[in-house]
């Protein structure tokens, strides 16, 4: 069964670092643009950082500056490295990628289900 599976999320305090991962699952052949995003209670689900198989990256302009997205193909991971982080980063943490191709079939548009992410003091 092909799936995403995030980890790394938890509670730290402002100025903390975090470093979330990204493990898909299954007989993977290759995976086109991964993406992080993120949701807070009440606010819709937003865009934090992708990342194209060749590892070109983008960011939100919120985030720019202290989070860096990666992935390592070999082991079909994204990562997403957040310091200096602030209460206003608290959400659950979302990865996605956008197609991925496996023994089982091409998967497009899929999500893991989501690592929480507090920062508070």
């Known amino acids: 069964q092909v799936q995403l599976v995030e980890s790394g999320g938890g509670l730290v305090q402002p100025g903390g670092s975090l470093r979330l991962s990204c493990a898909a699952s299954?007989?993977?052949?290759?995976?086109?643009?991964m993406a992080w995003y993120r949701q807070a209670p009440g606010k819709q689900r937003e865009l934090v950082a992708a990342i194209t198989i060749t590892g070109r990256t983008n960011y939100a302009d919120s985030v720019k500056g202290r989070f860096t997205i990666s992935r390592d193909n070999a082991k079909n991971t994204m990562y997403l490295q957040m310091n200096n982080l602030k209460p206003e980063d608290t959400s659950v943490y979302y990865c996605n990628a956008d197609r991925l191709h496996s023994a089982t079939g091409t998967f497009r548009d899929l999500w893991g289900q989501g690592t929480r992410v507090t920062v508070s003091s």
């Open positions: 299954g007989s993977i052949f290759s995976i086109s643009a």
